[in-house]
C-alpha cells in the first residue's frame, strides 16, 4: 500500500476526480481523515467506505473521500492501493500551476519569493509535461527492444518451420557443419541495443 502526505488543494490542483465523499477541508477539521483510491476501496470490500474507519501508525481516522485511480509511480507500474492523508507542516515539493503567462515570468516570481525565505535554496524545478516525456521516452525503448526480439522470434520461425524442412539430408548436414556458435544468443546485437537505449 502507498501511503502519501499530501497538502490542502493537491487534489483539486491535480485534477482528481472524487468517485465518493469528498476532498479535504480546512472547514471540516480533516488532520485525522484519509482518501483512499478505488483500488484501495476494492480491497476493502465495501460498495461504500465512506465513514470506514482506517488506522495509520496507530492513529485512526475516518475515510472521507474515495479518487479515481491515478499514477504516482512509473507510469507501467501497476496502481497499488494508495491512502492520502493531511501533512502540511512536513512537505518537500511544491506544486504550481501557471496560467497562460510565459512560464519565464511564474518562475521569477516564484524564485523572488523563495529567496525572501531561503536566499541560500536553489530553485529546482520540472514540468509535468517534461517528466511524462522522460517516461514515455522509456517505454517506447522498450517497446522497440520488444519489437527486435519479436521480429528475430518470427525469423527463427520462418527458418525453422518453412526453409529448414525443404532442404535435403546432406544441406542440412553442410549447413550444420559450416555454422559457428553464436554469440549473441537472442538474436540481438550489443551494437543495437546500446543504440536503443542510449537514445
Avoid at 68 to 78: I, Q, T
Avoid at 104 to 120: M, Q, S
Avoid at 123 to 148: F, H, P, V
Wanted: charged share 20%; hydrophobic share 40%.
Amino acid at each position: 500500500m502507498n501511503i502519501y502526505g499530501i497538502d490542502y488543494d493537491f487534489i483539486e490542483l491535480l485534477e482528481m476526480k472524487i468517485l465518493q465523499g469528498r476532498s479535504f477541508s480546512r472547514s471540516m477539521a480533516d488532520t485525522g481523515s484519509y482518501i483512499i483510491n478505488e483500488t484501495a476501496a476494492h480491497s476493502l470490500n465495501r460498495e461504500n467506505p465512506i465513514g470506514t474507519k482506517l488506522a495509520l501508525w496507530g492513529k485512526e481516522g475516518p475515510i472521507v473521500g474515495v479518487v479515481k485511480d491515478f499514477h504516482f509511480k512509473s507510469l507501467n507500474s501497476k496502481i497499488s492501493p494508495t491512502v492520502l492523508y493531511l501533512r502540511p507542516t512536513y512537505l518537500n515539493t511544491l506544486l504550481i500551476k501557471l496560467t497562460d503567462a510565459p512560464i519565464f515570468r511564474g518562475l521569477n516570481f516564484i524564485e523572488n519569493r523563495l529567496r525572501i525565505f531561503a536566499k541560500e535554496v536553489p530553485l529546482k524545478y520540472s514540468t509535468i509535461n517534461e517528466r511524462l516525456s522522460d517516461r514515455l521516452l522509456d517505454i517506447r525503448k522498450w517497446a522497440t527492444l520488444a519489437g527486435c526480439i519479436g521480429a528475430g522470434a518470427c525469423c527463427s520461425h520462418v527458418l525453422v518451420c518453412w526453409v529448414w524442412p525443404r532442404m535435403s539430408q546432406s544441406e542440412k548436414q553442410k549447413k550444420l557443419a559450416s555454422e559457428k556458435p553464436m554469440e549473441q544468443p537472442y538474436g540481438i546485437s550489443s551494437a543495437l541495443f546500446w543504440a536503443i537505449f542510449s537514445g
